[in-house]
Protein backbone atom coordinates (compact mmCIF):
# COMPACT_ATOMS: atom_id res chain seq x y z
CA UNK A 1 0.00 0.00 0.00
CA UNK A 2 1.23 3.41 -0.65
CA UNK A 3 1.77 5.38 2.20
CA UNK A 4 4.06 8.44 3.22
CA UNK A 5 5.21 8.83 6.27
CA UNK A 6 7.16 11.91 7.23
CA UNK A 7 8.99 11.90 10.44
CA UNK A 8 10.59 14.92 10.56
CA UNK A 9 7.56 17.26 10.13
CA UNK A 10 5.96 17.00 13.87
CA UNK A 11 2.80 15.52 13.04
CA UNK A 12 2.07 12.19 15.06
CA UNK A 13 2.03 9.13 13.34
CA UNK A 14 -1.05 7.71 14.24
CA UNK A 15 -2.46 10.65 12.62
CA UNK A 16 -1.10 10.85 9.31
CA UNK A 17 -1.42 6.79 8.92
CA UNK A 18 -5.07 7.58 9.35
CA UNK A 19 -5.50 10.42 7.25
CA UNK A 20 -4.06 8.79 4.37
CA UNK A 21 -6.21 5.63 4.97
CA UNK A 22 -9.44 7.72 5.02
CA UNK A 23 -8.43 10.18 1.94
CA UNK A 24 -7.55 6.67 -0.29
CA UNK A 25 -11.54 5.14 1.17
CA UNK A 26 -13.10 8.44 0.37
CA UNK A 27 -11.50 8.67 -2.74
CA UNK A 28 -12.09 5.18 -4.11
CA UNK A 29 -8.78 4.05 -4.31
CA UNK A 30 -9.29 1.80 -1.86
CA UNK A 31 -12.67 0.13 -3.26
CA UNK A 32 -15.88 -1.35 -1.19
CA UNK A 33 -15.14 -4.65 0.06
CA UNK A 34 -11.36 -4.26 -0.44
CA UNK A 35 -9.06 -5.98 2.13
CA UNK A 36 -6.67 -3.97 4.10
CA UNK A 37 -3.21 -5.14 4.71
CA UNK A 38 -2.82 -7.09 8.11
CA UNK A 39 -2.02 -4.97 11.14
CA UNK A 40 1.76 -6.77 11.00
CA UNK A 41 1.77 -6.21 7.53
CA UNK A 42 1.57 -2.81 7.17
CA UNK A 43 3.36 -2.09 10.39
CA UNK A 44 6.07 -3.82 9.22
CA UNK A 45 5.95 -1.81 5.99
CA UNK A 46 5.94 1.48 7.60
CA UNK A 47 8.23 0.46 10.10
CA UNK A 48 5.57 1.17 13.41
CA UNK A 49 4.40 -0.49 16.07
CA UNK A 50 1.72 -2.61 15.63
CA UNK A 51 -0.44 -0.97 18.31
CA UNK A 52 -0.33 2.64 15.93
CA UNK A 53 -1.77 0.93 12.96
CA UNK A 54 -4.70 -1.27 15.18
CA UNK A 55 -5.29 2.07 16.56
CA UNK A 56 -5.81 3.47 13.24
CA UNK A 57 -8.30 0.42 12.45
CA UNK A 58 -10.21 0.69 14.72
CA UNK A 59 -11.14 4.57 14.43
CA UNK A 60 -11.49 4.04 10.94
CA UNK A 61 -14.18 1.10 11.97
CA UNK A 62 -15.66 3.65 14.47
CA UNK A 63 -15.81 6.26 11.34
CA UNK A 64 -17.74 3.75 9.46
CA UNK A 65 -14.75 3.63 7.02
CA UNK A 66 -14.13 -0.16 6.98
CA UNK A 67 -15.81 -3.56 8.89
CA UNK A 68 -13.70 -5.38 11.32
CA UNK A 69 -14.31 -9.52 10.31
CA UNK A 70 -12.45 -11.50 13.02
CA UNK A 71 -10.38 -13.95 11.22
CA UNK A 72 -10.67 -12.32 8.15
CA UNK A 73 -8.77 -8.60 8.20
CA UNK A 74 -10.29 -5.57 7.43
CA UNK A 75 -12.60 -4.72 4.90
CA UNK A 76 -13.74 -1.46 2.79
CA UNK A 77 -17.10 -1.01 4.00
CA UNK A 78 -19.40 -2.12 1.25
CA UNK A 79 -23.28 -1.09 -0.04
CA UNK A 80 -21.95 2.62 0.46
CA UNK A 81 -24.18 5.50 -0.88
CA UNK A 82 -23.91 6.06 -4.61
CA UNK A 83 -25.70 9.77 -5.11
CA UNK A 84 -25.82 12.56 -2.50
CA UNK A 85 -28.99 11.89 -1.34
CA UNK A 86 -28.67 8.17 -0.52
CA UNK A 87 -25.68 9.57 1.78
CA UNK A 88 -26.67 8.85 5.42
CA UNK A 89 -23.93 11.24 7.09
CA UNK A 90 -20.97 13.20 6.66
CA UNK A 91 -18.17 11.36 5.75
CA UNK A 92 -20.17 9.55 2.91
CA UNK A 93 -20.88 12.82 1.32
CA UNK A 94 -17.42 13.82 1.54
CA UNK A 95 -16.04 10.83 -0.04
CA UNK A 96 -19.00 11.27 -2.64
CA UNK A 97 -17.43 14.68 -3.44
CA UNK A 98 -13.55 13.76 -3.17
CA UNK A 99 -14.00 10.46 -5.47
CA UNK A 100 -15.86 12.61 -7.98
CA UNK A 101 -13.08 15.58 -7.69
CA UNK A 102 -9.97 12.77 -7.75
CA UNK A 103 -11.97 10.99 -11.03
CA UNK A 104 -12.12 14.35 -12.68
CA UNK A 105 -8.09 14.82 -12.28
CA UNK A 106 -7.83 17.47 -9.47
CA UNK A 107 -4.94 16.54 -7.14
CA UNK A 108 -4.72 15.91 -3.60
CA UNK A 109 -3.61 19.62 -3.20
CA UNK A 110 -6.10 20.80 -4.93
CA UNK A 111 -8.89 19.04 -3.15
CA UNK A 112 -7.16 20.22 0.03
CA UNK A 113 -7.01 23.76 -0.71
CA UNK A 114 -10.51 23.58 -2.67
CA UNK A 115 -12.51 22.12 1.10
CA UNK A 116 -10.27 25.05 3.07
CA UNK A 117 -11.51 27.75 0.94
CA UNK A 118 -14.82 26.34 1.52
CA UNK A 119 -14.22 26.04 5.50
CA UNK A 120 -13.24 29.41 5.57
CA UNK A 121 -16.14 30.76 4.00
CA UNK A 122 -18.60 28.59 6.12
CA UNK A 123 -22.01 30.59 7.08
CA UNK A 124 -21.24 32.77 9.63
CA UNK A 125 -22.14 31.92 13.35
CA UNK A 126 -23.05 35.20 15.06
CA UNK A 127 -23.06 39.66 14.46
CA UNK A 128 -20.73 41.57 14.76
CA UNK A 129 -21.55 45.03 14.80
CA UNK A 130 -18.89 48.03 13.89
CA UNK A 131 -19.22 51.13 14.57
CA UNK A 132 -17.20 54.02 16.13
CA UNK A 133 -19.91 54.79 19.09
CA UNK A 134 -20.58 52.27 21.60
CA UNK A 135 -24.36 53.60 22.22
CA UNK A 136 -25.34 52.68 18.49
CA UNK A 137 -23.80 49.42 18.66
CA UNK A 138 -25.59 48.69 21.73
CA UNK A 139 -29.05 49.54 19.64
CA UNK A 140 -28.56 48.00 16.56
CA UNK A 141 -27.54 44.84 18.50
CA UNK A 142 -30.65 44.91 20.74
CA UNK A 143 -32.41 44.92 17.36
CA UNK A 144 -30.75 41.93 15.94
CA UNK A 145 -30.86 40.29 19.06
CA UNK A 146 -34.57 41.03 19.58
CA UNK A 147 -35.26 40.38 15.70
CA UNK A 148 -33.56 36.81 14.67
CA UNK A 149 -32.51 36.07 18.13
CA UNK A 150 -28.87 34.98 17.35
CA UNK A 151 -25.82 35.99 19.41
CA UNK A 152 -24.57 39.61 18.29
CA UNK A 153 -21.54 41.61 20.17
CA UNK A 154 -20.14 44.57 19.11
CA UNK A 155 -16.67 46.43 18.83
CA UNK A 156 -15.14 49.95 17.83
CA UNK A 157 -13.45 50.66 14.54
CA UNK A 158 -10.12 50.84 16.76
CA UNK A 159 -10.53 47.72 18.72
CA UNK A 160 -11.11 45.86 15.34
CA UNK A 161 -7.96 47.53 14.16
CA UNK A 162 -5.96 46.21 16.73
CA UNK A 163 -8.07 42.97 16.42
CA UNK A 164 -9.09 41.81 12.98
CA UNK A 165 -10.06 38.78 13.60
CA UNK A 166 -12.89 39.95 16.15
CA UNK A 167 -14.56 39.44 12.94
CA UNK A 168 -13.15 35.49 12.29
CA UNK A 169 -16.84 33.82 12.11
CA UNK A 170 -19.08 36.47 12.30
CA UNK A 171 -20.90 38.39 9.89
CA UNK A 172 -19.80 42.17 10.56
CA UNK A 173 -22.84 44.96 9.87
CA UNK A 174 -21.95 48.77 9.42
CA UNK A 175 -23.36 51.99 8.53
CA UNK A 176 -22.39 53.08 4.98
CA UNK A 177 -19.26 55.28 5.82
CA UNK A 178 -17.37 53.35 7.89
CA UNK A 179 -17.43 50.05 5.29
CA UNK A 180 -14.26 51.18 3.37
CA UNK A 181 -12.14 51.08 6.62
CA UNK A 182 -13.91 47.72 8.16
CA UNK A 183 -13.00 46.09 4.44
CA UNK A 184 -9.34 47.01 4.46
CA UNK A 185 -9.14 45.97 8.31
CA UNK A 186 -10.36 43.10 7.76
CA UNK A 187 -10.87 41.94 3.45
CA UNK A 188 -11.90 38.50 3.99
CA UNK A 189 -14.68 38.89 6.57
CA UNK A 190 -18.44 38.45 5.63
CA UNK A 191 -19.72 41.96 5.96
CA UNK A 192 -23.49 43.53 5.60
CA UNK A 193 -23.64 47.48 4.91
CA UNK A 194 -26.43 49.12 6.95
CA UNK A 195 -28.71 51.79 4.91
CA UNK A 196 -31.00 53.35 7.11
CA UNK A 197 -34.27 54.12 6.02
CA UNK A 198 -37.92 55.38 7.34
CA UNK A 199 -40.03 53.16 7.22
CA UNK A 200 -43.35 54.07 4.92
CA UNK A 201 -45.69 53.75 7.51
CA UNK A 202 -43.60 56.23 9.68
CA UNK A 203 -43.39 58.75 6.50
CA UNK A 204 -47.15 59.02 6.25
CA UNK A 205 -47.17 59.43 10.13
CA UNK A 206 -44.98 62.50 10.07
CA UNK A 207 -46.88 63.98 6.84
CA UNK A 208 -49.75 63.49 8.67
CA UNK A 209 -49.24 65.87 11.71
CA UNK A 210 -50.52 69.43 11.62
CA UNK A 211 -48.28 72.18 10.60
CA UNK A 212 -47.13 73.53 13.54
CA UNK A 213 -47.29 70.25 15.42
CA UNK A 214 -44.27 69.27 17.96
CA UNK A 215 -42.27 66.10 17.75
CA UNK A 216 -40.09 64.81 20.30
CA UNK A 217 -36.75 62.19 19.41
CA UNK A 218 -35.94 60.40 22.26
CA UNK A 219 -32.60 58.17 21.79
CA UNK A 220 -29.60 56.80 23.00
CA UNK A 221 -27.81 57.67 19.90
CA UNK A 222 -26.92 60.83 18.70
CA UNK A 223 -26.67 58.83 15.52
CA UNK A 224 -30.34 58.23 15.57
CA UNK A 225 -31.52 62.16 16.97
CA UNK A 226 -29.73 63.78 13.93
CA UNK A 227 -30.76 60.86 10.98
CA UNK A 228 -34.42 61.55 12.39
CA UNK A 229 -34.33 65.04 12.22
CA UNK A 230 -33.19 65.10 9.13
CA UNK A 231 -35.51 63.00 7.38
CA UNK A 232 -38.63 64.97 9.19
CA UNK A 233 -36.71 68.18 7.95
CA UNK A 234 -36.85 66.92 4.87
CA UNK A 235 -40.46 65.70 4.44
CA UNK A 236 -42.39 68.87 6.56
CA UNK A 237 -39.05 71.45 6.46
CA UNK A 238 -39.98 74.47 9.18
CA UNK A 239 -43.78 73.43 9.31
CA UNK A 240 -43.02 71.11 12.28
CA UNK A 241 -41.12 71.97 15.49
CA UNK A 242 -38.53 69.04 16.01
CA UNK A 243 -36.91 68.81 19.63
CA UNK A 244 -34.15 65.65 20.64
CA UNK A 245 -32.92 64.70 23.55
CA UNK A 246 -30.95 62.08 24.37
CA UNK A 247 -32.41 59.13 26.68
CA UNK A 248 -30.09 60.13 29.43
CA UNK A 249 -30.95 63.32 30.01
CA UNK A 250 -34.06 62.14 31.95
CA UNK A 251 -35.73 65.85 33.25
CA UNK A 252 -34.97 67.21 30.20
CA UNK A 253 -37.63 64.86 27.98
CA UNK A 254 -39.37 63.81 30.41
CA UNK A 255 -40.91 68.23 30.65
CA UNK A 256 -41.64 68.08 27.00
CA UNK A 257 -42.89 64.16 26.42
CA UNK A 258 -46.88 64.97 27.46
CA UNK A 259 -47.03 68.48 25.56
CA UNK A 260 -45.66 66.68 22.22
CA UNK A 261 -47.62 65.57 19.12
CA UNK A 262 -45.46 62.75 18.55
CA UNK A 263 -42.76 60.90 20.32
CA UNK A 264 -40.25 59.03 18.58
CA UNK A 265 -38.06 56.60 20.72
CA UNK A 266 -35.35 54.02 19.98
CA UNK A 267 -36.33 50.14 20.79
CA UNK A 268 -34.09 50.55 23.96
CA UNK A 269 -35.37 54.41 25.09
CA UNK A 270 -38.72 52.89 24.72
CA UNK A 271 -39.85 51.30 27.59
CA UNK A 272 -38.60 54.26 29.97
CA UNK A 273 -40.07 57.12 27.86
CA UNK A 274 -43.61 54.85 27.59
CA UNK A 275 -43.92 55.35 31.17
CA UNK A 276 -44.03 58.82 30.74
CA UNK A 277 -47.45 58.24 29.11
CA UNK A 278 -46.66 60.53 26.07
CA UNK A 279 -49.74 61.38 24.17
CA UNK A 280 -48.22 59.49 20.75
CA UNK A 281 -45.38 57.10 20.51
CA UNK A 282 -43.53 55.52 17.42
CA UNK A 283 -40.96 53.48 17.84
CA UNK A 284 -38.32 54.01 15.13
CA UNK A 285 -35.74 51.04 13.66
CA UNK A 286 -32.31 51.20 12.27
CA UNK A 287 -32.88 48.09 10.87
CA UNK A 288 -36.15 47.43 8.53
CA UNK A 289 -37.57 44.46 7.54
CA UNK A 290 -35.32 44.13 4.58
CA UNK A 291 -31.91 44.95 6.14
CA UNK A 292 -32.71 42.26 8.56
CA UNK A 293 -33.89 39.63 5.98
CA UNK A 294 -30.02 40.48 4.42
CA UNK A 295 -28.76 40.30 7.77
CA UNK A 296 -30.89 36.85 7.85
CA UNK A 297 -29.42 35.53 4.72
CA UNK A 298 -25.87 36.23 5.47
CA UNK A 299 -26.13 33.91 8.16
CA UNK A 300 -26.91 31.02 6.22
CA UNK A 301 -24.84 31.86 2.74
CA UNK A 302 -21.89 30.24 2.06
CA UNK A 303 -19.38 31.84 -0.36
CA UNK A 304 -16.27 31.24 -0.78
CA UNK A 305 -13.40 33.95 -0.91
CA UNK A 306 -11.01 34.65 -4.04
Not at 33 to 39: K, Y
Not at 81 to 88: G, N, P, R
Not at 90 to 98: G, H, Q, S, T
Request: proline share 4%; hydrophobic share 45%; with cysteine.
Amino acid sequence: MDIVLNRKGGVPLHDQLLAQLELKILAGTLSPGERLPSVRALARQLGLHANTVSAAYRELEAAGHVRLRRGAGVFVREGAASTLEEAHGLDEMIRLVVGTAFHKGYGGVEIKAAVERWLQAAPAERVLVVDPRKETIELVAHEVREALGVPVSGCTLEELEAQPALLSGALGLVFPYHAHKVARLAPGAAREVIHVRLSREDREIVLGLPSGATVLLVSCSPLVLSFAKAVIGGLRGDELLVETRLVGRRAEWRRLVRAADLVVVDALAASDVRAARPRRLRKLRLLGKAALGRVRHGLTAVVPGS
